[in-house]
Structure formats: structure tokens, C-alpha cells
């Protein structure tokens, strides 16, 4: 097992966001949390990434227990995120967004391979490498938000809405692109709420309302039931 959070209850100030929640995500596989707006997803990857602190509960990367470290201690670990809505530093070109994902990267020859392989990844970054990344298209900040994320060489990626805002041909792009990374030996959890797509490549799912996990199946279960297709895939 790579991942696994055991009763991770986190607050807000008085306002507690999840209630003792438990997921795992066992190494090779693609694992999405599903929910609407405000169900606690986003919370739940924040808070594994180390950017939020747990008021209890415990999370484990393999043996170590890692909800008490710093953030940067976890990207070292081999956890990467790529957050919702992007992050980029718009006023710096896309290599330099690269290079910022490979600060925890001693080896200088280890980094430059890496930022060739986000170039076979994603050519268009290649192409755009001198350009600011502000000025990059939608589908082209969520490309190098990926590479970016890609550059510490993590074992773990963590996606926060990857399809928001996107054409549904990008979408079918970043998502088949998420399949690749998966098969180079990357394992994947997914936040996100186009429920058909992160199902369509995820192996399992979880779906979370409220703060809690109600439901966990593999994905074509998860496709195939009827309260999921009701809330979550416009379907009776």
C-alpha cells in the first residue's frame, strides 16, 4: 500500500471539513475522489500534501507516517500535487515553471533529463519554453502545471480538478496523457467532478459528500450504480 489515511478528521478554524475519513491508494494505480463542491476533496489532498495539518487521524506514505511533516519534506518523499485552478507563476516562462518543480532536485543532469521528458510528455511546452506561462492557453497552463509537478520525480501525483475549465477535447487529452504517466509508473489520485472521465481511466473510486466517504467500488461498479448515476452522471 503507497497511501492510506486512516480517520483524518481536519477543521476549519470550529468548522470541521472531514469527519474521520479513510482512503488508500495501493502503488501503480489510478484512484479518484469524487463529490460535489464543498464535500471535502480538496481539503483531502491539501492535507496529504502537508499544506493543511489534520486535527487527528494519521496518514502514511508506505511505513512513514507523514501528516506531521512540512510540505517540503513530503515532496522529497515523492508526493507531487498539482493544484486546483493551476498556480502557475504567470509572469515567469515555462521552463523557469519547470525548473521551480525540480527544487528539491540535487542531481543538475537528473533535472534536465526530466525536463526532456516533460517535452516528449507534452511538446508543446517545448515549443513555448521561453514564453511566459500567463500568456500560455488553458489547456497549455494545466499541461505545464503536470510537468511541473512531474520535475521532483514523484511516485505519487496528486490532481486537483485537472479537467476545470477545459474543452471537453482537452479534457479527453490531459486525462489520456494521465493514463500514460500512470503507465510510466506513477501512481495517481484524482480529485475531480466530471465523474465520467476520472472513472473512464481510474481503477477505483471513492465518492465523498459532506466530509465523509459514503461509497468505494472499482470504477465500472461505481459506473454502473444507480445513486452514482443519478447524483454524479446526469443519468436515472
Known amino acids: 500500500m503507497l497511501l492510506k489515511v486512516e480517520g483524518l478528521v481536519v477543521k476549519y478554524g470550529h ?3 472531514l ?11 489510478i484512484v479518484t475522489i469524487l463529490g460535489a463542491n464543498g464535500a471535502g476533496k480538496s481539503t483531502t489532498l491539501l492535507t496529504i500534501s502537508g499544506l493543511l495539518r489534520p486535527a487527528s487521524g494519521a496518514i502514511f506514505f508506505g511505513d512513514i507516517p507523514i501528516h506531521k511533516l512540512p510540505a517540503h519534506d513530503i515532496v522529497k518523499l515523492g508526493i507531487a500535487q498539482v493544484p486546483e485552478g493551476r498556480r502557475l507563476f504567470g509572469t515567469l516562462t515555462v521552463r523557469e515553471n519547470l525548473l521551480l518543480g525540480a527544487i528539491t532536485q540535487k542531481n543538475k543532469s537528473k533535472v534536465l533529463d526530466m525536463e526532456q521528458s516533460i517535452y516528449k510528455l507534452f511538446p508543446v511546452l517545448e515549443e513555448r519554453r521561453s514564453q511566459l506561462a500567463g500568456t500560455l492557453s488553458g ?10 509537478a512531474l520535475m521532483s520525480n514523484p511516485k505519487l ?10 474543452a471537453p477535447l482537452l479534457v479527453k487529452n490531459i486525462f489520456q496523457t494521465i493514463k500514460d504517466i500512470n503507465r510510466e509508473g506513477v501512481t495517481v489520485l484524482i480529485v475531480e467532478q466530471n465523474a465520467r472521465v476520472a472513472l473512464s481511466i481510474a ?3 471513492y465518492v465523498m459528500e459532506t466530509g465523509r466517504i459514503v461509497l468505494t467500488d472499482y470504477s465500472e461498479a461505481l459506473l454502473n450504480n444507480p445513486d452514482v448515476k443519478k447524483a454524479y452522471l446526469g443519468g436515472k
Open 15 to 17: 468548522i470541521e471539513a
Open 19 to 29: 469527519h474521520g475519513i479513510d482512503i488508500h491508494v495501493d502503488e501503480g494505480e
Open 139 to 148: 489547456g497549455e497552463q494545466q499541461m505545464l502545471a503536470i510537468g511541473r
Open 157 to 166: 501525483l496528486l490532481l486537483d480538478e485537472p479537467s476545470l475549465g477545459l
Open 203 to 205: 481503477h477505483r473510486g
